[in-house]
């Protein structure tokens, strides 16, 4: 099995032949046709998140370097364990990648993506940055219909976590106004799939790059902002007749957080997304001031994912804009999105 590790964080990702494991059990063994490449990636790559103020939270101990990264995987079924039920050689399939334990009261309770201890592939187990990935379970494995396989696997997370955020504004952005913050592979998928789920929405995307604007207004968006410029927020509260309904940071950084809170309405709620790093001051008395609230979003929950590939395999949700490359290109793929050089989503192919 050929895989693309990184054997010290920062490193080089380089070519490793390591024998394919066998399924056993419940798992599932799935020839990749194509992964995602996510900014999270970047961090684990790295080997911390920025937390602000000179702050890291180290993930050196979170790996047994080499790793594999690699979460938003697409492929065929080609061998399962004795007790696999549900799944056959030869399925073609997207792979929920956010794996808890199984029996604990969070993954009992259906939020399995909150699991105190995952096995999420890509992030705690090795992942899809390869030509094969072992899967725990069947339940993890989701139809995707008749899209490609490029676009489908982006579905994993960029897909589900952009569907998971804008399920929690919902309720305040539906007939009013959204402001998605980050045009990138995340926040370009937001607004695909709220074209879908709101019934009626004003969207207005907010980024630092002209490209991924111009990207943005093509997709469909009503309004785009550079939010660099100095009359950013106020456009905002202009469009909106005094700020956004609800906002989706899908960036993460202490500039784009505050620009969320500085443009959301009184009563509005602010959906964090992103992982860029930094920290986020607000003082205590805009809370009440405001009525507003700030509210985390991981990922998505298995029935999340349900819902969403019922969404996709409907044909509901409008494509991104997705560039393949081939794995051999892991490294240079990696660099380039940490520098900023993407325009919607690369995925990595394995020749074969």
């Not at 709620?269 to 805009?286: E, K, Q, R, S, Y």
């Not at 509901?316 to 989503?345: F, M, N």
């Amino acid at each position: 099995m050929k895989s693309y590790q990184f054997a010290e964080y920062g490193g080089t990702l380089t070519e490793y032949d390591n024998p394919t494991p066998t399924p056993e059990g419940d798992q599932v063994l799935v020839r990749v046709e194509a992964c995602g490449v996510c900014h999270s990636d970047i961090h684990i790559w790295e080997g911390f998140f920025d937390m602000g103020g000179g702050n890291k939270m180290e993930l050196s101990r979170a790996h047994q370097l080499p790793f594999t990264l690699g979460h938003e995987i697409v492929g065929e079924v080609v061998a399962v364990g004795d007790s696999a039920a549900g799944v056959a050689v030869g399925d073609k399939r997207v792979v929920y990648p956010w794996i808890g334990c199984g029996t604990c009261p969070v993954c009992q309770s259906g939020e399995e993506h909150l699991c105190a201890r995952p096995s999420n592939l890509g992030v705690n187990a090795a992942g899809g940055y390869a030509d094969h990935v072992l899967v725990s379970h069947p339940r993890h494995l989701h139809a995707y219909g008749d899209i490609a396989p490029a676009l489908a696997c982006t579905y994993a997370c960029s897909g589900l976590t952009a569907y998971s955020a804008l399920m929690k504004a919902k309720s305040r952005a539906e007939n009013r106004s959204l402001l998605i913050i980050g045009a990138g592979g995340v926040g370009m998928a937001g607004l695909a799939i709220a074209q879908t789920i709101f019934d009626k929405c004003e969207i207005i995307v907010a980024d630092i790059d002209e490209a991924k604007l111009d990207a943005a207004k093509a997709a469909g968006a009503a309004h785009v902002i550079n939010s660099t410029a100095p009359d950013a927020a106020k456009q905002v509260l202009k469009l909106t007749g005094g700020g956004a309904a609800a906002a989706i940071d899908f960036v993460g950084a202490a500039a784009s957080g505050q620009f969320g809170v500085g443009t959301i309405a009184k009563g509005g709620t602010l959906v964090v997304v992103g992982l860029f790093g930094g920290a986020l001051t607000v003082p205590m008395p805009l809370f009440p001031l405001k009525a507003m609230s700030i509210q985390g979003s991981y990922v998505g929950s298995p029935q999340e994912m349900d819902d969403l590939m019922a969404l996709v395999r409907a044909g509901k949700i409008q494509p991104i804009p997705v560039e393949a490359r081939a794995l051999g290109l892991a490294d240079q793929t990696v660099r380039d999105l940490r520098d900023g050089k993407v325009v919607g989503r690369i995925v990595l192919e394995p020749a074969f």
